[in-house]
């Protein structure tokens, strides 16, 4: 079966610092990985997603993640944050079943980003 | 713009009353799914809908009902909403096994007083 685990529940950070969320996976299958964002009180968007190719995706917005095979990660980083980036981040991967997609979420990533 | 549109926004129900919530599609997508989002939690799928095939997951209680009575619209109806459904409801929707991710919409969040 597939999951995924998200390392830290909260990250607090200060402005221009860099951040690393961490994510895990585990799947018997090939994997295609997603990072989305959510700020409060708000549905989910799609920050950047990994399906084949370069192991290093990028967001307009700066971020970037890496897909590690051997180790079974998808880490979210950032060189330098902004106040903006104040949200929740979930990693996710997806299941294709029966002709649909399927993902499954991490709990969650709160990253605080202080002045 | 097409998006994902969920109303209302802010739904306050009572214990054991009917509830429904909507979710609407400008995108044409052929799967729409509900994800219930407690606090702090992450998403979890309770169902979806394959064009009109309905699919539900297998520890989704039997107080969630879906109808999507064409393409655009989807409906999640709580037959007897319990303390415990207070939640961030998200439609979502995808083409078919297209890898795009899914599109969400802004949720729902239902409290139960």
């Known amino acids: 079966a597939q999951s995924v685990t998200q390392l830290d529940s909260q990250v607090p950070v200060f402005e221009e610092a860099p951040v690393e969320l961490r994510c895990n996976y585990s799947?018997?299958?090939?994997?295609?990985l997603f990072w989305y964002v959510q700020y409060p009180n708000q549905g989910l968007q799609l920050l950047l997603k990994?399906?084949?190719?370069?192991?290093l995706v990028e967001s307009i917005n700066g971020f970037e993640a890496e897909f590690n095979k051997s180790q079974t990660s998808f880490h979210l980083r950032k060189p330098s944050v902004h106040i903006s980036d104040t949200a929740e981040y979930f990693c996710?991967?997806?299941?294709?079943?029966?002709?649909?997609?399927?993902?499954?979420f991490g709990a969650g990533t709160r990253l605080a980003v202080h002045p | 713009d097409a998006m994902v549109i969920q109303n209302p926004r802010y739904q306050v129900t009572q214990f054991g009353k009917p509830v429904t919530l909507s979710c609407s599609q400008t995108?044409?997508?052929?799967?729409m799914y509900w994800y219930q989002q407690k606090s702090s939690q992450a998403p979890k799928l309770l169902f979806h809908y394959y064009d009109k095939d309905f699919n539900n997951e297998a520890d989704t209680p039997d107080n969630f009902q879906s109808r999507r009575p064409n393409t655009s619209f989807c409906f999640l109806d709580i037959r007897s909403p319990g303390l415990g459904d207070a939640a961030m409801y998200l439609c979502?929707?995808?083409?078919?096994?297209?890898?795009?991710?899914?599109?969400f919409g802004s949720g729902t969040r239902l409290t139960v007083v």
């Open positions: 799947s018997s299958v090939s994997v295609y």
């Open positions: 979502a929707t995808s083409r078919g096994t297209d890898l795009i991710g899914y599109t």
């Open positions: 996710a991967v997806s299941l294709l079943s029966g002709g649909y997609n399927k993902l499954i």
């Open positions: 995108l044409n997508h052929n799967v």
């Open positions: 990994y399906l084949s190719g370069s192991t």
